[in-house]
């Protein structure tokens, strides 16, 4: 399901729907996908970032649930990333995503991430308009420089309707063991919704660069959304790698052979099949 960069949320089409039983078998699927895909990155000391922004209450945890499920732990961080600290307040705001950055083999998943400037510091008013103004161009400079030195930028934002964002904000605050995660700023954004539409357009319109492009995942039917974000990372960070799972090292082979673990010079590799 290969997304386009959305260049307006208007542009989003959120009547599409994905049955139960045809999500678990792309799910499926694609677990296998992206354990390929972390191997892969692993072996070539490749480094990933991938951002997730959306409205509260769209899913953004359930995605990276699904997203994570498949991978080795040591393999992955993520990053939720909330309000600055004291601390960080008085350093310069991308400093704090620095120190978050991936190692090689790793990916770094930002719930959230350094587009807080241009969307609810502008929309909330925490920093002058001149200075969510400049941060589109810092933002674009920082992002560059990372894709330049080789590292694959995935820019997802979640997308639903003000309904259905009404609807999942509500079923939240009825679940005890999801309640906590609300916070009166989750609730006051529904009145500020407009503002941040505006900010999120323009961020698009202004932040999707060619080697790191924002896309908008439709998230009204979760099944949907999930597959439609996952199948986005894979197909992107799929491009040019080698998804081949690495041939077990000579060196093993005869260690294994001296103890009677294997006859052959190469040893049945089992798994899964594609």
């Known amino acids: 399901m290969q997304l386009t960069p959305a260049i307006h949320l208007n542009n989003v089409d959120l009547s599409r729907k994905m049955a139960k039983a045809t999500y678990g078998k792309r799910y499926d699927a694609l677990k296998t996908r992206l354990r390929e895909l972390q191997l892969a990155y ?3 000391g490749g480094r990933a970032i991938i951002i997730i922004e959306g409205w509260d209450a769209v899913g953004k945890g359930g995605l990276i649930q699904r997203l994570t499920a498949p991978f080795d732990p040591r393999g992955y961080q993520v990053w939720p990333i909330g309000a600055p600290t004291e601390t960080e307040r008085g350093e310069q705001y991308l400093q704090r995503f620095w120190r978050r950055l ?24 925490f920093v002058k308009p001149a200075v969510w103004r400049r941060a589109y161009d810092e933002i674009n400079a920082f992002e560059k420089m990372l894709t330049d030195d080789g590292v694959r930028i995935i820019k ?8 259905a964002q009404r609807e999942r904000l509500a079923a939240r605050m009825a679940d005890p063991l999801e309640s906590w995660k609300l916070e009166a700023s989750d609730l006051r954004n529904i009145v500020l919704r407009p503002d941040y539409e505006a900010a999120v357009n323009e961020m698009f319109e202004r932040c999707s660069l060619p080697a790191s492009p924002w896309f908008a995942v439709p998230f009204e039917n979760k099944h949907l959304g999930r597959i439609a974000a ?17 041939p077990l090292a000579r060196n093993l082979i005869v260690a294994a052979r001296r103890i009677g673990l294997v006859t052959a010079d190469k040893p049945s590799r089992g798994g899964t099949k594609k």
């Open 42 to 44: 692993k072996f070539a």
């Open 102 to 125: 991936p190692r090689a083999g790793v990916f770094a998943i930002f719930d959230r991430s350094w587009y807080g400037r241009v969307l609810v510091e502008r929309a909330e008013g």
């Open 156 to 163: 997802l934002f979640l997308h639903v309707s003000l309904e």
């Open 230 to 246: 996952l199948e986005t990372i894979v197909e992107r960070f799929g491009e040019g790698m080698d998804l081949t799972p690495p």
